[in-house]
């Protein structure tokens, strides 16, 4: 597969399992959400804790203020922190006032960003005349969200990689919720998806002979019935 993998979590322990031992990750993501379910209390004090042992991968950290200057000065802190800290930012804030001057104004400041929660083509539209097109940045397209609620987000994420501005922007697929995602993201030619640790240990099922696969699942079944001492 051609699609870069990037592993989406917060638990420092899994993600430097992650970082050394080679699986196939070359990035990572995290948001609030994920961070407080990991227990992370104090925020700057872990991106500092995780930048310096991932040191040479693009990380994601988001920012959680919900006006303009206060969004700015957080962007600008995390993206002090670390040369491969990517600031992550909502396209709205949380009274649906969209962030594309914001975007703009920290992208021509050379600021690398992650635009996150985009699930409309409108978005896209104007988030690719707000992104500087000579500063790396990644459109998060959130692609499993919008499965969830029964629309197919491939003819999106299509959309995004069809009327990209630059090279430098990378459209990622996220909220992966199954394994087939990931090649489904990589037959469209999606260039970055977010994938939580469980699923990427399920990647090594990939070409995996389906009737042994069959009977391993018809064992599993039986096995499990008779340890439990079931009786009909």
Not at 15 to 29: P, R
Not at 124 to 139: E, F, G, M, Y
Not at 149 to 163: C, F, K
Request: glycine share 6%; charged share 25%.
């Amino acid at each position: 597969m051609k699609i870069k993998i990037y592993a989406d979590g917060s638990k420092l322990e899994q993600i430097l399992n992650i970082y050394n031992n080679n699986k196939g990750v070359t990035g990572f993501t995290t948001n609030p959400s994920l961070m407080r379910k990991a227990g992370v209390v104090d925020y700057l004090p872990f991106v500092k804790e995780v930048t310096s042992k991932v040191t040479d991968l693009p990380i994601s950290f988001e920012i959680f203020a919900d006006e303009y200057e206060e969004m700015k000065e957080q962007i600008l802190k995390l993206s002090s922190i670390a040369s491969n800290i990517y600031v992550k930012v909502p396209i709205t804030n949380t009274k649906g006032e969209p962030t594309y001057k914001l975007c703009k104004e920290m992208s021509d400041l050379g600021i690398k960003l992650n635009v996150t929660a985009i699930f409309t083509q409108e978005q896209i539209d104007n988030l690719n005349q707000s992104l500087n097109p000579d500063v790396d940045a990644v459109i998060s397209i959130f692609a499993g969200r919008m499965a969830d609620t029964g629309v197919n987000p491939v003819p999106l994420v299509e959309y995004a990689i069809n009327n990209k501005k630059s090279d430098k922007h990378e459209i990622l697929w996220a909220s992966t919720r199954e394994v087939y995602s990931i090649y489904e993201a990589d037959r469209i030619g999606c260039d970055i998806i977010t994938v939580t640790p469980d699923l990427i240990d399920k990647l090594s099922l990939g070409g995996k002979d389906l009737n042994e696969y069959s009977l391993e699942t018809v064992l599993m079944f039986f096995n499990d019935a008779k340890n439990a001492g079931y009786t009909l």
